[in-house]
């Protein structure tokens, strides 16, 4: 199993970004997807999730309006399109893979390596 976040990068406040992640090794159709975040210092957060055809989505309120989570299960992919970039987004990006989407991290049994994103103001 794998999960590889690429997209990262240094943005100024108020642009955007787009990360990816690309799964293998398990059948991605089957799974929800998720996307955390760890700031520097601080306990790794839940961002978005999607469930496994794309349909319902979550999100959390301080990325609520600004981002959006998608995937593409042709090409085993979820993607996090983050507009409006703030300097407290900085931190690593993470995608996860779990049965059942969610907020919480015991929802996901694959975690990707991460991806840092870092916003200056």
């Known amino acids: 199993v794998q999960l590889q976040a690429s997209g990262g990068g240094l943005e100024q406040a108020e642009g955007c970004l787009r990360l990816?992640?690309?799964?293998?090794?398990?059948?991605?159709?089957?799974?929800?997807m998720g996307w955390f975040r760890q700031a520097p210092g601080k306990e790794r957060v839940f961002v978005a999730s999607?469930?496994?055809?794309?349909?319902?989505?979550l999100y959390a309120d301080s990325v609520k309006g600004r981002f959006t989570i998608s995937r593409d299960n042709d090409k085993n992919t979820v993607y996090l399109q983050m507009n409006r970039l703030k300097p407290d987004d900085t931190a690593v990006y993470y995608c996860?893979?779990?049965?059942?989407?969610?907020?919480?991290?015991?929802?996901?049994?694959?975690w990707g390596q991460g991806t840092l994103v870092t916003v200056s103001s």
């Open positions: 990816s992640c690309a799964a293998s090794g398990f059948t991605f159709g089957r799974y929800g």
């Open positions: 996860a893979a779990g049965r059942v989407p969610g907020t919480s991290e015991q929802r996901y049994a694959y």
């Open positions: 999607i469930n496994r055809s794309g349909g319902p989505t």
